[in-house]
């Protein structure tokens, strides 16, 4: 079994729809939560981050941690043709020794229709 | 802005070929990393760096080697190129994971290797 594990779509919606991206794992040390977006050709930049259990909201972008359930969401409001990329999910914990790890799921290809 | 390079965006070698490739990050990160990204698999780390002349291997090492003689400088070297090495590789750099600050990595464009 996958450490962590994500659809990889690809993911078709119309235009102004709500994106709904989801993860789960199976690691329950798991601490830090991040979504990266990677559009086609380039490397993936941090989108959202997130620590605790909760929602966290950034304009149309909300991350949604659920550690019981081990699952974590990115939604898009009113999503635009601009937000097709590829959507990686990204989670991290910290070691004793001050190393950490960091597991990245394999993406969700979202494709907004105009 | 946090600025990653990497040496070359397309490159097409020979098996057997020795392969350097090379990332420069400008931000005085601790940290560095090779991934390798394929489709179905995702990112998957090759080597990590903390510090100047520090390695350490990530999940998939064999074939690759690393140098870090200075901080800003990451290479990858595939010493006898083979053509399931055939891959888009991603350079990342990071500051030093502070417990209270967020740790976020910064990609670089890739390099698209094709072994032939």
Known sequence: QKEVEQDPGPLGVPEGAIVSLNCTYSNSAFQYFMWYRQYSRKGPELLMYTYSSGNKEDGRFTAQVDKSSKYISLFIRDSQPSDSATYLCAMSLMFTSGTYKYIFGTGTRLKVLA | ?116
Request: hydrophobic share 30%; aromatic share 12%; net charge neutral.
């Open chain 2, 1 to 116: 802005d946090v600025k990653v390079t990497q040496s070359s965006r397309y490159l097409v070698k020979r098996t057997g070929e020795k392969v350097f490739l090379e990332c420069v990050q400008d931000m005085d990160h601790e940290n560095m990393f090779w991934y390798r990204q394929d489709p179905g698999l995702g990112l998957r780390l090759i080597y990590f760096s903390y510090d100047v002349k520090m390695k350490e291997k990530g999940d998939i090492p064999e074939g690759y080697s690393v140098s870090r003689e200075k901080k800003e400088r990451f290479s990858l070297i595939l010493e006898s190129a083979s053509t399931n090495q055939t891959s888009m590789y991603l350079c990342a750099s990071s500051l030093y994971f502070v417990r209270e600050s967020r740790e976020t990595q910064y990609f670089g464009p890739g390099t698209r290797l094709l072994v032939l």
